[in-house]
């Protein structure tokens, strides 16, 4: 079974399996749990790895029964992601030393199946810690989504301030390489994850805008030949004009100061502001 692939139907390539390990966007999860549900062995136990937890556990707990001679649901989301994917980029020590999250029952109410997992986990080198889904979704709201966000918008405010030699980027060292290399992960991802934990990053963004400033004048950068028509930009907030949109609202001025742009940051989150706040199931 290892070594077989399959394609269209899930029921053949999950029939008779021990363990289902779901390692896809949180949409395509929420579109495919039923039919997993459906057709998982009895004795199967079925995880995932989205790196939101409330959506999901809500799903899986009308759809799972808690009963041994039934599939099982757990929630699991490993804290290892990498800004790239495919399996030209997989690493076999990418778990060592990683926690990973898991929603599931207290330690006496557990199933044997939950137990050898955890056990599995660890001979991966992952450390478990289990919490409650809504717990989970506030935590890395905070510590993982947020970072995130301020990656891409610092990619589009610089992006929208190069002249005609690439300054200020040609200029940039390891630094802001490192701290832009979030915002090269897959779209298709973080497109679910806003929407999927949007309350928790709307506060978060609140609490880390600062209050407007009270002069909307410009502040004065030294001119370049090509661009001294930006000397008339007006700031009125900080510059996290991507951030910001990230809220969904169309209507706010920074989504209006958004630009297409060719980097894949911006690009994304232009598009993932236009979307409507029903657009996830």
């Known amino acids: 079974m290892a070594n077989q692939t399959f394609s269209g139907a899930i029921e053949p390539a999950i029939r008779g399996a021990d363990l289902i390990y779901i390692a896809l966007p949180i949409g395509v999860t929420l579109d495919i749990l039923p039919e997993i549900a459906q057709n998982a062995a009895p004795h199967a136990l079925v995880t995932d790895a989205c ?27 490993p804290m290892a992601g990498r800004e ?33 997992l955890t056990k599995i986990l660890e001979k991966l080198g992952a450390r ?18 947020l970072p995130q966000l301020t990656a891409v918008a610092l990619g589009s405010f610089l992006y929208d301030r190069l002249d005609e030699n690439g300054l200020p980027i040609t200029l940039a060292g390891p630094g802001l390489r ?30 880390l805008r600062p209050p407007p400033r009270r002069s909307t004048r410009a502040p004065r950068f030294p001119r370049t030949r090509s661009r001294l028509r930006r000397r008339q930009r007006t700031i009125q907030t900080p ?21 297409p742009c060719a980097t894949t940051c911006s690009d994304r989150l232009t598009s993932l502001t236009a979307l409507p706040s029903n657009t996830l199931r």
Do not use: M
């Open 51 to 77: 790196s939101t937890k409330l959506r999901i556990c809500t799903a899986a707990v009308e759809l799972f029964e808690e009963e041994e001679s039934s599939p099982i649901f757990l929630g699991g989301h």
């Open 84 to 116: 790239l994917s495919g399996f030209a980029q997989s690493d076999a020590d990418l778990f060592q030393k990683a926690t990973y999250a898991l929603v599931g029952p207290s330690q006496e109410d557990r199933d044997p199946r939950i137990n050898r």
């Open 128 to 145: 478990p810690s289990w919490l409650g889904a809504q717990q989970h979704d506030y935590a890395v709201g905070l510590a993982s989504h």
């Open 178 to 207: 490192d701290t832009l290399r979030l915002a090269g992960s897959s779209y298709a991802t973080w497109r679910d994850i806003v929407l999927t934990n949007r309350e928790v990053l709307s506060a978060a963004l609140d609490t």
């Open 239 to 259: 510059p996290l004009p991507v951030v910001q949109a990230l809220a969904c609202e169309p209507n706010s001025p920074h989504y209006n100061r958004l630009k």
